[in-house]
């Protein structure tokens, strides 16, 4: 009975040690997590609702919500040309539950004194889109080409109202670059995105815009509006007949983009989910067509490749800006 009893007792204290490695398991902080993400996902938009930034968030948001199985909720923070929505994502968790969409200024805020925002202090998810940039007026406007254009700007210094989506943005830079090549000298006008810069200009309110063509189409289709010159090495299949400025002699080229990042920090296996989930969203056949229609050009990049082009940008801006007349 003895040598029964002690059997028993080996026993039941091997089942006790058993049991009790298994609860230290799963009490003692020893569990696998849980899958991410576990809850929406904050997209902040550093411009106001409407225009080409918002419109490319919006459906990106939509394409990442199928990969992910999750809400992403697009939220827009105007000011400060980027800054105000860009500065937000960088103080946040940096536990993937926020990201953000960044323009070309991304990599412009440093040089422009706007802010001390680079792309060397947040990570980096991914790139989604290149936006050529044209010369955009009024359809009833005095000028029917660029020659015109630039000849009634030097007949009538600071006249020509020209509306950008912000100080130091890309189209403020963009329209700058342009005034000091071709030695004219325009009035800008700041709005908090491009959008409200067209609608001033259908509105009367400015005399031209140089953003994103994408923003002006339907303003040409209206009949308007009307584009001058594209700002890209090549003519946009949209507008065939349109020159570019590189034609005309004039050695001016430039393109926005927007890609996606979260805060300095992000844990890399968070990291992967969201750029999978945005390359998903990028190369969706809804997100190439909306981007054909708004003559934008889907154009990924992974992280690692993002990270090395916005360095290269960055270190563009901060050579180019300083020589420049900005106003």
């Given at each position: 009975m003895?040598?029964?009893?002690?059997v028993v007792s080996?026993?039941m204290?091997?089942?006790?040690?058993c049991?009790?490695?298994?609860?230290?398991?799963t009490?003692g902080?020893q569990?696998p997590?849980?899958?991410?993400p576990?809850?929406?996902?904050t997209?902040?938009?550093?411009f106001a609702?409407?225009g080409?930034?918002?419109?490319?968030?919006?459906?990106?948001?939509k394409?990442?919500e199928e990969k992910?199985?999750?809400?992403?909720?697009?939220?827009?923070?105007?000011g400060?040309?980027?800054?105000?929505?860009?500065?937000?994502?960088?103080?946040?968790?940096?536990?993937?539950?926020?990201?953000?969409?960044?323009p070309?200024?991304?990599?412009?805020?440093k040089?422009?004194g706007?802010?001390?925002?680079?792309?060397s202090?947040?990570d980096?998810?991914?790139?989604?889109t290149?936006?050529?940039a044209?010369?955009?007026v009024?359809?009833?406007?005095?000028?029917n080409?660029?020659?015109?254009?630039?000849?009634?700007?030097?007949k009538?210094p600071?006249k020509?109202k020209?509306?950008?989506?912000?100080s130091?943005?890309?189209?403020?830079?963009?329209?700058s670059?342009?005034a000091?090549k071709v030695?004219?000298?325009f009035t800008?006008?700041?709005?908090?995105?491009?959008?409200?810069?067209?609608?001033a200009?259908m509105?009367?309110?400015?005399?031209?815009v140089?953003v994103?063509i994408g923003?002006v189409?339907?303003?040409v289709e209206?009949?308007?509006?009307k584009?001058?010159a594209?700002?890209?090495?090549?003519?946009?299949k949209?507008?065939?007949d349109?020159?570019?400025?590189?034609?005309?002699g004039?050695d001016?080229?430039?393109a926005g983009?927007?890609?996606?990042?979260?805060?300095?920090?992000?844990?890399?296996?968070?990291?992967?989910v969201l750029?999978?989930?945005?390359?998903?969203?990028?190369?969706?056949d809804?997100f190439?067509?909306?981007?054909?229609?708004?003559s934008m050009?889907?154009?990924y990049?992974?992280?690692e490749?993002?990270?090395a082009?916005?360095?290269?940008?960055?270190?563009y801006f901060n050579?180019?800006?300083p020589?420049?007349?900005?106003?």
């Amino acid at each position: 009975m003895k040598k029964v009893a002690v059997v028993v007792s080996l026993l039941m204290g091997l089942l006790v040690g058993c049991g009790s490695q298994g609860t230290q398991g799963t009490q003692g902080g020893q569990a696998p997590k849980a899958a991410f993400p576990e809850k929406e996902i904050t997209l902040v938009v550093p411009f106001a609702a409407g225009g080409a930034s918002d419109a490319t968030s919006r459906i990106i948001a939509k394409g990442m919500e199928e990969k992910l199985k999750k809400p992403v909720v697009v939220v827009n923070k105007p000011g400060g040309t980027g800054g105000v929505g860009m500065s937000f994502v960088q103080a946040s968790p940096n536990d993937g539950y926020t990201m953000g969409y960044v323009p070309a200024e991304f990599a412009m805020h440093k040089a422009l004194g706007l802010s001390d925002l680079e792309p060397s202090k947040f990570d980096l998810i991914g790139q989604a889109t290149m936006v050529p940039a044209a010369v955009t007026v009024a359809a009833n406007a005095p000028y029917n080409t660029i020659e015109e254009f630039i000849e009634f700007a030097k007949k009538n210094p600071g006249k020509v109202k020209v509306g950008n989506s912000g100080s130091g943005s890309i189209w403020h830079v963009a329209a700058s670059a342009f005034a000091n090549k071709v030695g004219v000298t325009f009035t800008d006008i700041p709005f908090e995105g491009a959008a409200p810069a067209v609608t001033a200009l259908m509105g009367g309110h400015v005399d031209a815009v140089m953003v994103g063509i994408g923003e002006v189409k339907s303003g040409v289709e209206a009949k308007k509006l009307k584009v001058l010159a594209v700002m890209t090495a090549e003519r946009d299949k949209n507008f065939p007949d349109v020159p570019t400025l590189k034609e005309k002699g004039i050695d001016v080229q430039f393109a926005g983009w927007g890609g996606f990042v979260v805060p300095k920090g992000t844990p890399n296996e968070v990291k992967t989910v969201l750029a999978d989930a945005l390359k998903h969203a990028v190369n969706s056949d809804s997100f190439k067509k909306f981007a054909d229609e708004r003559s934008m050009i889907a154009a990924y990049k992974g992280p690692e490749d993002f990270a090395a082009f916005a360095d290269e940008q960055f270190k563009y801006f901060n050579e180019l800006i300083p020589t420049m007349k900005l106003k």
